[in-house]
C-alpha cells in the first residue's frame, strides 16, 4: 500500500492500521470503548475509522472507490458474521457479484502475494484506461 491509498478497515483488520502506522495505543483505545481510538493521529490521515457491523465497509468502500477512481480489494474469510458462504449466496464465487455492478471481478488467493500483486496491477491499469 502506498501512503495515498484508502484503507476501510473492518474490525478485524488490526494488523493493516498498525503496518500503516497507526499506534497500538489508539487501537486500544477504540477497543476499550473510547472513540479517539477511531481518529488516527499516526498513519495516513486519510484512512477511514473501523467498520464493525460485519460487511457494511463494502458499500463505503465501493463509493470511495468511484469518488476517487480507484481500485478495491475486498477481503472474503468465507463466513457472512455467522453463515457460511456457501448458505448466504447462490453465486459460485463472489467475484461473479461484479457482474451486477458493471465492472469485471476476478478471484485471486489473498495468500498468494505474487498473484495479488499482478491481479491488482492489471485492475489498476484496466481502470486508468477507463
Known amino acids: 500500500m ?62 470511495v472507490a468511484y469518488a476517487f477512481k480507484l481500485v478495491f480489494v475486498a477481503t472474503n474469510n468465507q463466513w457472512a458474521i455467522s453463515v457460511p458462504l456457501r448458505l448466504q449466496t447462490g453465486s459460485e464465487t463472489l467475484a461473479q457479484k461484479a457482474v451486477a455492478a458493471g465492472f469485471t471481478g476476478e478471484q485471486v488467493n489473498g495468500s498468494d502475494v505474487v498473484a495479488m500483486r499482478a491481479a491488482a496491477e492489471e485492475a489498476i491499469a484496466a481502470a486508468r484506461d477507463g
Not at 29 to 39: I, P, Q, T, V, Y
Not at 45 to 56: K, L, Q, R, T, Y
Open 2 to 63: 502506498r501512503d495515498e491509498d484508502v484503507l476501510l478497515p473492518p474490525y478485524r483488520d488490526n494488523g493493516a492500521l498498525l503496518w500503516r502506522g497507526v499506534k497500538l495505543e489508539q487501537i486500544l483505545l477504540f477497543w476499550g470503548g473510547d472513540e479517539r481510538g477511531n481518529w488516527f493521529s499516526s498513519g495516513p490521515a486519510h484512512d477511514f475509522p473501523f467498520c464493525v457491523p460485519v460487511g457494511s465497509q463494502a458499500p463505503h468502500a465501493a463509493g
